[in-house]
């Protein structure tokens, strides 16, 4: 089978690699369609640390069902189907149920180096771990269910209730996920932040207010939007200056939530906190519940999922698109690197 690789920090090549077998309690599934994710591009740049050269990366994924290893049932062969790349131990499940993304001892298909993950055509996943998709729906969505599981966690973390105003700091694709996730969480009043202007058109085609962040009177603007000061905040980019954006645009005894990783260590505002009683919370990928959710509502919104996607490309096209992602084109939503195609 053919595999998108890393082949040194800032190389991609393309590879040809054996060919993976289902063992017991596993399935193998043909890749359809992979996405790009920020960490992947960290990764190639060398600055996240947690990638390594040899390694095959990618975990927002979708494809079809390519054989069963023994003792799996539930799934049939050619059956749409995406995976939580978040692998829990076996002697781990029962301890960490609704709560698996803690688990200590987890493998994240895509993160540890000696998972052959999904920018390769074929890969074996435990069967717990499959999650199918309508079949109704365009395959290349399910590659979006991975991103949008993030967001459904931080807005869920953040405790948002449909009629709270929600200020989304970032308009990224993880930015862009939180809108998808606050809609099908039933909020109705959400606006979001942008410097990017590609990035700010996305997010008014989802149907939500977007606003220069760079711009003067930017905090009136969200305000005016919002009817108000938000009462959740959920920033998708965390460095500094989103921060204290989002706890200065909520009321007195609001909430922010931290999803985005921009940088390791943040000073903030520390009265804004304590002195009007906000909480600012974390969020770290997901639950399985959360990702199977995810999965569940993709398909109920084809048209507004597919404004996600900026582009398709095949994997031969895989080593240019990460450096030109990397340096930093104007792509304003997700790439998907397509495996189903003949090279």
């Excluded at 998972?115 to 365009?138: G, K, T």
């Excluded at 969200?222 to 938000?230: H, I, S, T």
Aim: with cysteine; proline share 7%.
């Amino acid at each position: 089978m053919r595999a998108l690789r890393l082949a040194d920090i800032g190389r991609m090549e393309v590879a040809d690699l054996p060919e993976p077998q289902p063992g017991p309690g596993e399935v193998l599934i043909s890749i359809a369609a992979t996405g790009v994710c920020g960490s992947d591009l960290h990764g190639f740049t060398g600055e996240n640390g947690r990638r390594v050269p040899g390694q095959v990366m990618g975990h927002e994924s979708a494809g079809t069902v390519a054989a069963l290893g023994a003792g799996v049932d539930g799934l049939g062969v050619g059956e749409p189907v995406t995976f939580n790349p978040v692998v829990v131990a076996d002697e781990d499940v029962e301890a960490y149920a609704g709560r698996e993304q803690l688990s200590p001892n987890k493998r994240v298909i895509g993160v540890t180096p000696d998972i052959v993950a999904s920018f390769a055509q074929r890969i074996a996943v435990p069967a717990r771990n499959v999650v199918p998709l309508p079949a109704a729906m365009p395959i290349e969505l399910g590659a979006l269910v991975e991103p949008l599981a993030v967001a459904v966690h931080a807005v869920r973390n953040a405790g948002v209730r449909p009629g709270d105003a929600v200020l989304v700091l970032g308009g990224g694709p993880i930015g862009q996920s939180v809108v998808l996730a606050l809609q099908m969480a039933g909020v109705e009043r959400i606006a979001a932040t942008e410097v990017v202007p590609s990035r700010r058109a996305l997010l008014a085609e989802l149907g939500v207010t977007a606003v220069d962040a760079a711009a003067d009177g930017a905090d009136e603007a969200v305000a005016q939007a919002l009817g108000g000061p938000a009462d959740r905040a959920i920033d998708a980019v965390g460095i500094e200056s989103t921060l204290r954006s989002a706890l200065r645009a909520t009321r007195i005894g609001g909430t922010v939530c931290l999803v985005g990783m921009g940088a390791p260590t943040l000073q903030l505002d520390a009265f804004l906190i304590s002195t009007q009683e906000r909480a600012l919370v974390g969020s770290f990928t997901y639950t399985a519940r959360d990702f199977a959710d995810a999965a569940a509502w993709i398909g109920t919104a084809p048209q507004l999922a597919s404004a996600l996607i900026s582009r398709q490309v095949p994997l031969a096209q895989g080593p240019e698109v990460f450096a030109a992602l990397a340096a930093g084109d104007d792509t304003p939503g997700k790439v998907l690197i397509r495996l189903d195609e003949e090279q």
